[in-house]
């Protein structure tokens, strides 16, 4: 089966999904109470909306990651011709490797790696 | 002895004999293919359900379900018929168009991952030429499901679940991705069968020395943070978060968060037995001997299913194992063990591969 086979996947997981769904809304029995559409926060009225700023500690992790996700992509095309290639791949990838050593190096010593 | 690809081709003769029409076939095809898939997939997360209360139960002494069918067998069924009877609720704060659509992208994310896993020798929905790279670019996308979970849910809990999980699913989309690639330098190849026929005569795991032993412990690590399980189960830690990103989640919008989390449970397995334990291939040692003929007698998808569970029963194994981690801790193990680990790992798995040292 070709790529074809992705619109069907794609067909049954939309059905798979929205026949549950909806044959949850005929099914299930619903009642109108102000209550039910609060936010469940244990019990404790909620405060604010928490659509605020957060910890920026996670959008430096974010940066580094787009660094590395790209190095990953660049690595798939090699990985397959490496052992072909032969020894040329082998410098290649010490040459690339240290370089991305030194960013995560860089980054390390920078404090972006220690949580706050 | 009769394989799968066999019974699957004998249907297509059948059908091609029945429908003339190329494009009404392949549409019919497509129709039986999907409504197996949707079944076994259904059993398959039934069938999880059962083994991760069983496990469980039986890691703490105790005897799990047992009231519902027999040895509680039907316990998961009696559970989702619950939660097809549960009301689906919408939060007034929340942004009501992202909530809804969560769901819907986890599952289709979820199902699209499934199309290059090599089930038994020709038995697979897409042998693509990029397998590998498919597989760990679409698995990626559900990060976004889950970030839209819980954002739109306004909930402190379901934020913090979110932005946690997002943090943890990135960081260790990188190891997951290098210990896969240390597989594709050995193999040369991306498409799930040549990875597989690769280790006819013998798996990767004991082909290729103590390299690839460290990138599949690195892979079973990293897998286990990528699906959100204990002892990385910060995203949903139901201690402090009550229940993560789909604290707001009820019903069967709940249980498509649930059968999603199942099935990446056992793809990410598949990807496991796939590249290191040989998927569907026997066990074989050496060329030509009575115990590789005996071997051959086991059918691939016996292979292939009992070396996915034997994986996905460690995963299970690990949560009763291990206390779970603090997000510091977490992202230290990820940036600065893991990452320069399975980084010098890959030079080394270059080595082994370029001067021909594996067996």
Redesign the interface.
């Known amino acids: 089966m070709g790529s074809a086979a992705l619109i069907m996947l794609i067909i049954c997981g939309l059905a798979f999904a929205g026949g549950g769904i909806y044959l949850s809304k005929v099914l299930a029995k619903t009642s109108h109470n102000p209550v039910k559409g609060e936010a469940y926060e244990c019990g404790i009225p909620t405060t604010g909306t928490s659509w605020i700023q957060f910890n920026v500690g996670y959008y430096l992790f974010a940066l580094i990651f787009l660094v590395f996700d790209v190095e990953l992509v660049f690595l798939y095309p090699w990985a397959t011709a490496a052992k072909s290639v032969g020894v040329v791949a082998l410098i290649e990838i010490v040459v690339f490797m240290f370089i991305l050593f030194m960013g995560l190096l860089y980054a390390y010593r920078k404090g972006a790696l220690k949580w706050m | 002895m009769i394989t799968l690809s066999e019974i699957a081709h004998n249907i297509h003769v059948k059908l091609s004999g029945a429908i003339t029409n190329e494009t009404l076939l ?1 549409i019919t ?3 039986i ?2 409504i197996i ?2 079944g076994s997939l259904v059993m398959l997360s039934f069938f999880l359900g059962y083994m991760e209360r069983k496990v469980a139960a039986f890691m703490q002494i105790r005897l799990g379900p047992n009231r519902v069918g027999p040895k509680g067998s039907l316990q998961i069924v009696a559970d989702t018929v619950k ?12 942004d009501k168009f992202l909530f809804n659509t969560a ?2 992208i986890m ?6 991952v ?2 290059p896993i090599a089930y038994s020798s020709g038995f697979q ?2 042998d ?1 030429s990029i397998g ?2 498919y597989v760990s670019s679409v698995s990626s996308v559900s990060v976004i499901g889950i970030l839209m979970a819980g ?1 739109s ?7 913090l679940g979110a ?1 946690r999980c ?2 943890q699913i ?2 260790y ?2 190891s997951i ?2 210990s896969l ?1 240390a597989i ?3 193999t ?3 498409r799930m069968s040549d990875i597989v026929m690769s280790q006819a005569d013998g798996w990767w795991i004991f082909k290729g020395h103590i390299p690839v032993l460290i990138a599949f412990v690195i892979f079973i690590i990293a897998s286990t943070a990528e699906i959100n399980r204990a002892p990385f189960d910060l995203a949903e830690a139901e201690s402090e978060l ?1 229940a993560g990103f789909h ?2 989640y009820s ?3 709940f ?2 968060f649930l059968l999603a989390e199942y099935i990446n449970l056992f793809i990410v397995c598949a990807m496991g037995a796939t590249l290191f334990l040989g998927g569907w291939m026997p066990l074989h040692f050496g060329a030509d001997n009575a115990f590789n003929h005996a071997m051959d007698y086991i059918p691939g998808f016996v292979w292939f299913f009992g070396k996915t569970f034997f994986l996905i029963f460690v995963i299970m194994w690990f949560r009763w194992t291990f206390p779970r981690l603090r ?2 801790q977490l ?2 193990l990820e ?2 063990y893991l ?2 680990i399975s ?2 790992n ?2 080394l798995v ?2 082994i ?2 001067f021909g040292w594996h067996f």
């Open positions: 392949s095809e497509m129709a293919v999907g898939l949707l939660l097809l009877f549960k009301e689906g609720l919408t939060p007034n704060a929340s769901p819907y599952v289709i994310t979820t199902m699209l499934i199309a929905i897409w693509t590998v790279l954002w849910s306004n909930n402190k809990y379901s934020l932005m997002g943090a990135v960081s989309e990188l991705g290098l690639i594709v330098v050995l040369g190849s991306l009550t604290t707001e019903g069967m919008k249980a498509m997000i510091d992202l230290n940036w600065k990452l320069p980084m010098i890959i030079l270059t080595i591969a370029i």
